[in-house]
């Protein structure tokens, strides 16, 4: 149970009811009882908790001391000059399972209401917030709550508001006020219980334990602000009137009744409503974005006319920059009258201007539209990943499975353990700042926003293939110090052949016999043949149901049965060395991974600093790796 201050609210209305020397208004009354309340959160199971009254349970050290005594847990202002206590307890002691407390009221002049509405049996009901320090659960349930006893709780402020919730308990409830009530309940095994009543004019003397009753009314006030906070999210969440928060506030709701009352609202409202009838859904869209999406798709409807234009959009059609400026200082209010080119250029950068919104929105969309069409013939064999920061990627490449073994008679499960290897890489950062100065506005050179995006998509999708094919030609050594194609691998003809049925055929057997380390057959099965743009037609004969193989033969083995990616990049190391890559759903081979949540590159735009203008960077998180050689195979071709 986490310790925070709670609160149960208690019936003021029949309150016992005194005065002192002083003329203050005193009252005694019960504020808790062993009755069992149910407890509701957003964050754990319901449970009904029940309040220990044994004095070994109950720490009435703050009653004792002076607590404060509050208005709607100090939330409402009882005076101009803001938050304050109306009271302070004097005592409390424990009787018959209920706790009570005697309270003393102010009698300052911002109080006459107060004690108005209180003596007229306005305000009527008592809450005690209270700090659980230790609990025990009690009982178990399995289709209710469970039942938890609260065997260490602190009172520490009385406050008076308005809907009870202990009924049990309450003002004036239990006591006869014709009978005398006894000075103490003290028992052997019960030391702390405080004297049960005291002369209201003889304060009782003894040492007392340094209380900060500052720190206490602050966290009452706290966890009010907190309530009140809690109601009105709630309420305005459903949709109702804000009038509904305001009553459950005044009323001292708790937050999980104040949720409970906003389900019943919302149901009775769903009751009354006629499905049968359709109300009108109106978007409402801010004229300011308006403006900027439809400029945005006037300009790129420039940069691409083959893109549709929007009805909003037509009126910006054949606007050049200068012009848009000038229109979106007319909306702002900017009279422009008498400023020259270079002037309505300036201002096409300030901070009031919303040109660079617009230019930022369409250099993003062309980036993302030529980076998306930019050919990346890794994309089919490789592995995506992602890194949520820039430490080292550790990838356990798991290659042996444990046999499985019969179970004996017992039914006894023994334990295996799986042999794994480890390839490290982390993320690289690269990029580059473009700026784009006024002379561009005035000389409407919109290629500048289009084109130099378009080029950064283009560098990013060549950095990527760059990295990724850089991994096969350089053969780079893996953890165990082999490189990725090597003889002890078994993944590598160094003698090479042509692109045949027989070289074919030998690929894919060595393929299939890859093993673990502990010696089991991995049977991988090739999917791609990838080659250098030099053997794309030869490659795509072999793999073609139309063409024959061989003429006694004509049958043609590898139809259909594989796919041919052709990469250029793999030309300038050899033009005769091709590969057969395994389903990297089958096995892993080469992995690259983008920077969580930024798959591929991104821009940003700001106000120019070293140049007068806007300036453009283009940022790109990514690396690559090979993670395990047995889904790769190298021919050197001949």
């Not at 107060?114 to 178990?140: A, E, H, P």
């Not at 006893?149 to 006869?176: F, H, K």
């Not at 999210?233 to 409970?260: C, N, P, Q, T």
């Not at 190391?573 to 930024?598: K, P, R």
Request: a negative charge; glycine letters at 6%; one cysteine or more.
């Amino acid at each position: 149970m986490p310790e925070q201050i709670l609160t149960r609210n208690i019936d003021l209305s029949t309150a016992t009811r005194s005065e002192d020397s002083e003329s203050n208004l005193v009252l005694e009354f019960p504020f808790s009882s062993e009755t069992p309340y149910q407890r509701d959160t957003f964050f754990s199971e319901p449970w009904i908790e029940v309040l220990g009254h044994k004095s070994s349970e109950v720490d009435l050290s703050r009653l004792e001391d002076g607590a404060p005594v509050l208005l709607n847990h100090g939330y409402s202002k009882t005076s101009e000059t803001g938050l304050r206590a109306i009271g302070a307890t004097t005592g409390a002691f424990i009787r018959d399972g209920k706790g009570y407390v005697s309270i003393k009221l102010s009698r300052r002049d911002d109080m006459k209401p107060i004690l108005q509405d209180i003596n007229d049996g306005l305000i009527r009901n008592v809450s005690v917030g209270y700090k659980i320090i230790d609990t025990k659960i009690t009982k178990r349930s399995v289709d209710a709550p469970d039942e938890i006893r609260v065997t260490n709780w602190l009172p520490m402020e009385v406050t008076l508001c308005d809907v009870p919730a202990d009924a049990t308990v309450g003002i004036g409830r239990s006591i006869n006020e014709d009978e005398e009530m006894p000075k103490q309940n003290i028992k052997e095994d019960e030391p702390n219980v405080v004297d049960a009543v005291r002369e209201e004019s003889q304060p009782v003397i003894q040492e007392k334990p340094v209380i900060d009753e500052q720190k206490i009314q602050d966290s009452a006030i706290k966890a009010e602000r907190k309530r009140s906070a809690e109601i009105n999210k709630a309420v305005r969440g459903a949709g109702l009137d804000d009038s509904v928060a305001e009553r459950m506030i005044s009323e001292g709701v708790s937050i999980e009744h104040a949720r409970e009352q906003v389900i019943n609202l919302l149901a009775e409202r769903t009751e009354k409503t006629d499905t049968t009838s359709r109300a009108d859904i109106h978007t409402i869209v801010d004229e300011t974005e308006t403006r900027r999406e439809m400029m945005g798709a006037a300009l790129l409807h420039r940069y691409d006319p083959s893109k549709e234009l929007p009805e909003g959009a037509r009126q910006y059609r054949g606007l050049s920059l200068l012009e848009m400026t000038r229109e979106n200082m007319r909306v702002r209010g900017v009279d422009d009258k008498g400023m020259d080119r270079l002037q309505v250029a300036t201002r096409a950068f300030e901070s009031t201007s919303d040109l660079p919104d617009v230019l930022a929105d369409v250099a993003n969309k062309t980036l993302r539209q030529a980076y998306e069409a930019a050919p990346r013939t890794f994309q089919p064999w490789a592995r995506q990943s992602s890194a949520s920061d820039f430490k080292s990627i550790n990838r356990m490449t798991l290659s042996d499975a444990p046999a499985l073994e019969t179970v004996n008679e017992n039914g006894e499960f023994k334990r295996g353990a799986v042999t794994d290897g480890k390839e490290s890489y982390q993320l690289a950062t690269v990029g580059k700042i473009i700026g784009l100065t006024r002379q561009a506005i005035i000389n409407d050179d919109l290629n500048s926003f289009t084109r130099i995006p378009s080029m950064f998509a283009t560098a990013a999708a060549n950095y990527e293939s760059d990295t990724v094919y850089g991994i096969l030609t350089g053969n780079a050594a893996l953890s165990d110090g082999d490189a990725l194609f090597h003889a002890n691998h078994v993944n590598l003809t160094s003698t090479g052949t042509v692109i045949s049925v027989n070289s074919l055929s030998k690929g894919r057997e060595m393929l299939r016999k890859q093993k673990t380390p502990k010696k089991v057959v991995m049977n991988l099965r090739p999917r791609f043949l990838l080659v250098p743009a030099a053997l794309e037609t030869i490659a795509t004969q072999f793999v073609s149901s139309n063409y024959v193989a061989n003429q006694s033969n004509t049958i043609n083995p590898f139809a259909g049965a594989l796919e041919v990616i052709s990469e250029a990049r793999l030309d300038d190391d050899s033009a005769t060395a091709w590969y057969l890559l395994a389903d990297n759903n089958q096995i892993d081979t080469v992995e690259y991974a983008y920077l969580e949540g930024n798959n591929g590159v991104f821009i940003e735009t700001r106000q120019g600093f070293d140049v007068d203008g806007m300036e453009i960077k283009a940022r790109l998180d990514f690396a690559a790796k090979a993670i395990d050689y047995r889904g790769v195979y190298k021919n050197n071709g001949a």
